[in-house]
Every structure is written in structure tokens, then in C-alpha cells.
Nanobody, 124 residues
Framework: QVQLVESGGGLVQAGDSLRLSCAAS????????MAWFRQAPGKEREFVAA???????YYTVSVKGRFTISRDNAKNTVYLQMNSLKPEDTAVYHC??????????????????WGQGTQVTVSS
């Protein structure tokens, strides 16, 4: 059974930075694609970033150039470095893991395992 645990969220001001972490256990981390999704109150779940087992990264347009996804296979951990945060980045951020995701890295349906989420709040 795969378990994912996020950490690193918090309350920050616009322009600040945060680094989210997602620790995985119970699976073969290095062979999974990993992703971050977010959901704000009253909004649809939104794809943020993904990284393949071969370290190829994908981003949604609204975070491109500000966020960086990375993975450390030795620590079974995926990270999301968030710079130049904006109030519209406020949401609960979830990490997800999937095997043989193929080309659909931006779809929640591609990921079998999900973490409980960590709150990110950006004030203006």
C-alpha cells in the first residue's frame, strides 16, 4: 500500500516562497510519475506540475517560471518549490503518484495514490 504525506504549507505574503514536500512509502517510488494538484474553495481541482520517472517536468501555464518540481529518489520524496507566490495560488495542495501514466500527466485520473493535502495561503 502506497502512502503519500505532504508538508511545507503555510501562510505567506505575496511575493514570498515556499517549498512543499511529499514523502512516499510502500511502493517503488523511482518508477512512478509524481504530480502536484491544487484545489481552492469553490473551484475545480487544478493540475499544477508533474515529473516523470525520467525527470521530465510539466507545468500548468499559470505557474510556469515560478514553480519547480523535483524528486529525490534516494529519499522517496518529491518537492514543489514555489517562488513569487500570488494570492491566486491559495489552495490545498495534494501530491499524487501513478504508474505508467503515459502522456496524460495533467489528468487526475492518471494517478492512483493521493496525499491528504497541505494548505497554502497567500495574502496580499
Amino acid at each position: 500500500q502506497v502512502q503519500l504525506v505532504e508538508s511545507g504549507g503555510g501562510l505567506v505574503q505575496a511575493g514570498d516562497s515556499l517549498r512543499l514536500s511529499c514523502a512516499a512509502s510502500g511502493g517503488t517510488f523511482s518508477r512512478d510519475a509524481m504530480a502536484w494538484f491544487r484545489q481552492a474553495p469553490g473551484k475545480e481541482r487544478e493540475f499544477v506540475a508533474a515529473i516523470t520517472e525520467n525527470d521530465v517536468a510539466y507545468y500548468t501555464v499559470s505557474v510556469k517560471g515560478r514553480f519547480t518540481i523535483s524528486r529525490d529518489n534516494a529519499k522517496n520524496t518529491v518537492y514543489l518549490q514555489m517562488n513569487s507566490l500570488k494570492p491566486e495560488d491559495t489552495a490545498v495542495y495534494h501530491c499524487a503518484a501513478g504508474y505508467r501514466v503515459l502522456q496524460n500527466y495533467n489528468s487526475g485520473l492518471s494517478y492512483r495514490y493521493w496525499g491528504q493535502g497541505t494548505q497554502v495561503t497567500v495574502s496580499s
